[in-house]
């Protein structure tokens, strides 16, 4: 079975071409248009896909010597996300579904996420937890088995990649905020400042596990410290101040993700999303696996940030299962891990 992903969820026009469960090519187009503005502009975002879609998907088809009628599927992101990248994405899947007469399967992008850590050889089998920390999501799931999956904790307010973003914004650095803060931090002290955690507790009267996020405060805290502090002092405390930020962050996903794993017991625990980039946060919770005896899994960067990879990966398992979606699939912003 050879299957053509593409992704075009929010600011990457990815495709990539897999074979059974071999990666044959997986090609990216970061739109770096967004840096002007701090964030991602959706309208110009799409324009982007528009304009790269047709030579990212022919890269990833040369890349891969696969030719496109020699494709069995086409598969595709149709949600969450932004409305107007996912319909480029889908419209073009679609069309080319039709052209060669193959199936066509929407799947979501976080189950993509989930499968990130699978994309290669020795990756987590079910049952596992799995910390999807991204810009737009900060979600923690039991996955029960693939296509199975029980929602444990989300954010209430910003995802933790978004609060890296805003805090990069708030010390003057670039976006994405992440790897700019990482470097930032490495020169830093992170105990230098108590940045505060927010513990949230189960909603009351609520029978489901929760283990929700929230990063909202955190960041406000950071707001209203640097406010205080002169340009000079600012300029001096810039590399603490990011330090003990991440501390503060990487601290919360992590009690976080222990208080469910009291609960959840399993075997191995992933990591997926850009934020699963950060190399402090990874031996964070390389400790913490050590400590409690589970084993931990994290994608390459490559496949931590948005990519069409995981995307052929999720449907290469649901192909298998004789799922396809009708050529009338929507576009689902809010689609939501079920
Ligand atoms: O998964 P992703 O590419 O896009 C979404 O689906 O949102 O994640 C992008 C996010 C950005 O917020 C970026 O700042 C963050 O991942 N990020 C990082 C690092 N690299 C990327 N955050 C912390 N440390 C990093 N090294
Ligand atoms: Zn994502």
């Known amino acids: 079975m050879r299957l053509l992903a593409i992704e075009t969820s929010c600011d990457e026009t990815a495709a990539a071409v897999m074979h059974g469960t071999q990666l044959l090519s997986n090609t990216i187009a970061t739109q770096e248009i967004h840096q002007l503005y701090g964030g991602v502009v959706p309208e110009l975002a799409s324009r982007a896909h528009v304009q790269r879609i047709v030579p990212v998907v022919n890269r990833a088809l040369s890349q891969a010597q696969v030719s496109r009628e020699a494709l069995d599927a086409v ?43 699978n994309i ?64 930032l931090a490495a020169t830093g002290d992170p105990r230098a400042i108590d940045f505060p955690q927010a513990r949230l507790k189960n909603l009351p009267g609520s029978s489901r596990p929760q283990f929700d996020f929230s990063f909202s405060g955190l960041k406000t805290a950071v707001l209203y410290y640097t406010r205080k502090l002169s340009p000079e002092e600012l300029e001096k405390q810039r590399a603490d101040i990011a330090a003990s930020f991440q501390y503060a962050l990487i601290n919360a996903l992590a009690e976080n993700v222990a208080r469910a794993y009291a609960q959840f017991p399993t075997r191995a625990v992933a990591l997926a999303g850009g934020v699963a980039c950060n190399r402090t946060l990874r031996q964070a919770f390389a400790k913490l696996g050590k400590q409690k005896g589970f ?20 449907a290469q398992f649901h192909l298998a299962t004789g799922r396809h979606s009708p050529l009338s699939l929507a576009p689902d912003p809010g689609l939501v891990l079920s």
């Open 75 to 117: 598969a595709v992101t149709y949600g969450p996300g932004l409305i107007g990248s996912l319909v480029v994405g889908l419209s073009f899947a679609k069309g080319l579904a039709l052209q060669l007469g193959v199936p066509l399967l929407g799947i979501n992008h976080l189950e993509g996420h989930l499968f990130s850590t």
């Open 120 to 183: 290669m050889p020795d990756g987590p089998e079910p049952p596992f937890l799995s910390l999807i920390i991204s810009g737009g999501h900060t979600i923690l799931t039991y996955v029960r088995e693939w296509g199975n999956y029980q929602i444990l904790g989300q954010t209430q307010d910003d995802a933790a990649g978004e609060a890296f973003d805003k805090v990069a914004k708030i010390l003057g650095l670039s976006y994405p905020g992440g790897p700019a803060i990482e470097k």
């Open 295 to 314: 084993q931990l899994h994290y994608p390459e960067p490559i496949y931590c940030t948005d990519n069409a990879a995981m995307i052929a990966r999720a």
